[in-house]
């Protein structure tokens, strides 16, 4: 009996479809059903009804099914923590992130290490969310989390109870908009509390939201928002504001180009900019050597700071 099949077993369970299940295993149709009746064969029972349309599973199928589930999820977990020894021989340090940090300020800070660290991106955490990357820490899914903070501390924020954490630099947060022919925002936030203008927004459980609902409650005169989109990814917000369909609020490294060439423009002026620091965590008392080694050096380097303010005007009302 081969692992696959367990895997066949469970897509098919999943999906109550032959051809379905067949399509989710990468897999044509014939070679799906031949596997599942390999399987069957060598558990001597029927697994599945035939006759139901959707599929259902016979009673042996649901028992084997749970048994499917634990052995695959044992598996796996296997193989991550293999990996992570692996990696600990080598010295790697797994490093969550969010893409904007991973492409906009890990190769600014990590330029600046005579010797970089041995960090390694763990690619899965850049759909994570606030909680998830500390929940990954608390998994040992990861060793390092990479993330912005918000200046102003939010009942919302994240448990970080058994963490610390070290502030390697700063951000800001700006609000941009596609420019119109005159160099002016389509979408400029001076127009008073009296309008809508549609926003390309983050997911209401991300950190850049958090950050700018609360920055938003303290100005006066901010007008309403008609959110069109929310995204978990920075780059995605860039994408539409870049389109004309709103406009967003981005880390200001990650706009950089495009407010210097003026495809972008920023919708608003100083009092808009939302303050961000970057930090990066890990668990108190992680214990792994290289991580602890890490953690000394990181306390001799000063914080990257964000860029100096825009000198260009500010944009009209």
């Given at each position: ?175 941009v908009s596609l420019p119109e022919p005159d ?39 901010a007008p309403a928002f008609r959110v069109l ?89």
């Open positions: 009996m081969e692992l696959r099949w367990l895997e066949d077993f469970i897509a098919l369970a999943r999906t109550q479809h032959f051809s379905r299940a067949a399509e989710e295993q990468n897999v044509t149709q014939p070679t799906f059903s031949r596997r599942i009746k390999l399987l069957e064969e060598e558990m001597g029972a029927t697994l599945v009804n035939r006759q139901t349309l959707p599929l259902t599973l016979t009673p042996s199928g649901e028992e084997f099914l749970g048994l499917c589930q634990e052995v695959t999820r044992r598996v796996e977990a296997t193989r991550q923590r293999l990996t992570h020894l692996a990696e600990e021989e080598a010295g790697q340090l797994r490093l969550a992130a969010p893409q904007s940090l991973l492409a906009h300020f890990l190769p600014e800070w990590l330029a600046g290490w005579a010797a970089p660290p041995p960090l390694t991106p763990y690619l899965r955490a850049t759909g994570w969310l606030a909680s998830d990357f500390f929940e990954g820490l608390s998994r040992d899914e990861c060793d390092l989390v990479l993330t912005y903070w918000p200046r102003a501390e939010d009942p919302l924020m994240p448990e970080t109870q058994g963490l610390e954490h070290r502030r390697l630099g700063s951000e800001r947060m700006v609000p160099g002016r925002p389509r979408f400029a936030l001076e127009i008073g509390a009296r309008f809508t203008l549609p926003l390309i927004a983050y997911h209401s459980r991300g950190m850049m939201h958090m950050a700018l609902r609360h920055h938003l409650q303290g100005l006066r005169g989109h929310e995204s978990i990814q920075s780059g995605n917000i860039r994408e539409l504001v870049g389109l004309g369909y709103g406009l967003g609020w981005l880390p200001e490294r990650s706009v950089r180009d495009a407010l210097d060439a003026g495809t972008l423009v920023r919708a608003g002026d100083a009092r808009w900019e939302v303050p961000l620091e970057i930090r990066l965590y890990r668990r108190r008392g992680n214990g792994q050597a290289a991580v602890e080694a890490f953690w000394e050096a990181l306390a001799k380097r000063p914080p990257l700071l964000d860029t100096p303010p825009d000198p260009s005007p500010e944009p009209h009302p």
